[in-house]
């Protein structure tokens, strides 16, 4: 079982920064893809971007120039560096993480609030 814990949430002005983290722990054999997501109120939640173990990154057309994906295998450590945050980058920001331990799984954090507001 591998659990996720999000940290670094909080409110920030429009055009603020902010960086979120997400540390793995417990048993597995390797966790491949890591990403964020985030779910607004009366929203599905969408993914916010991802990135393989060898640092392949996926961004969603919205935060594209704004947001910055990394890991640190070596921590099974997940970051976001963001930038120019809008009003509408709140929402709540769950991490992600699949991975294999005598299958394969996909785990989720409980979330943080990132509430951008003036």
């Known amino acids: 079982q591998v659990q996720l814990v999000e940290s670094g949430g909080g409110l920030v002005q429009p055009g603020g920064s902010l960086r979120l983290s997400c540390a793995a722990s417990g048993s597995f054999f390797s966790i491949n893809t890591m990403g964020w997501y985030r779910q607004a109120p009366g929203k599905q939640r969408e993914l916010v971007a991802d990135v393989t173990r060898s640092g392949s990154t996926n961004y969603a057309d919205s935060v594209k120039g704004r947001f910055t994906i990394s890991r640190d295998n070596a921590k099974n450590t997940l970051y976001l560096q963001m930038h120019s945050l809008k009003p509408e980058d709140t929402a709540v920001y769950y991490c992600?993480?699949?991975?294999?331990?005598?299958?394969?799984?996909?785990?989720w954090g409980q979330g943080t609030q990132v509430t951008v507001s003036s």
């Open positions: 992600n993480a699949k991975g294999y331990y005598y299958g394969l799984f996909t785990s």
